[in-house]
């Protein structure tokens, strides 16, 4: 963080996350990043760091200079909209993170965040999306801005509702259709 920014990087192959870390020492995780996507974009908006980046997993990365990305824009219009499109999802996606955190109860918070997940990460199968990655509890308070015993609880009682399914240090199973409707009853309210 605060480094300056020269190059963007492909995740080839894993898991990898970005964050920011307050003074404190705590930890919001702002987003995942599974093979296939461009971690990084965002400096192309201010040239420096704004957040660090973590391998949740044995992951391969591709460094992509700026240069050669440039180049490339220059070359393939195409490419430049595939860019933007990708920068503007991570704008968006951090706006919708910051409206969440403001106004909306961690339960909804959780649950909006499990049904990302399973549309990001998830692999569709009988009883429901299993998440392809191991995320933790603590990866989960992460990325909902609580603490990890809140998140154990509001799992547990999910988990009892028969929203999502999971064992210790197991995958996450997401009943997609009744988490949906039940986020919907309590956006409600």
């Not at 480094?3 to 080839?12: G, I, K, M, N, S």
């Not at 044995?58 to 220059?74: G, H, K, N, Q």
């Amino acid at each position: 963080m605060g480094q300056p920014a020269t190059t963007l990087y492909l995740v080839r192959r894993g898991l990898l996350k970005t964050s920011l870390i307050s003074p404190g020492g705590r930890e919001l995780t702002l987003r995942l990043y599974p093979a296939g996507e461009i971690v990084g974009a965002l400096c192309l908006c201010t040239g420096e760091r704004r957040e660090q980046a973590t391998a949740l997993e044995s992951s391969e990365v591709v460094e992509i200079t700026l240069d050669a990305l440039l180049r490339r824009v220059r070359q393939d219009p195409q490419s430049a909209v595939d860019l933007a499109s990708a920068v503007c999802e991570h704008l968006a996606d951090a706006q919708e993170a910051l409206r969440d955190l403001s106004f909306t109860p961690v339960t909804e918070r959780l649950s909006r965040a499990l049904l990302g997940l399973a549309s990001r990460l998830g692999e569709p199968g009988a009883g429901g999306t299993l998440l392809s990655h191991y995320i933790t509890q603590e990866e989960l308070a992460h990325i909902v801005g609580a603490r990890r015993e809140v998140v154990s609880g509001l799992l547990n009682r999910l988990r009892a509702d028969g929203l999502i399914n999971y064992t210790r240090r197991g995958l996450i199973r997401i009943n997609r259709e009744a988490l949906q409707s039940y986020v919907d009853s309590i956006s409600e309210t």
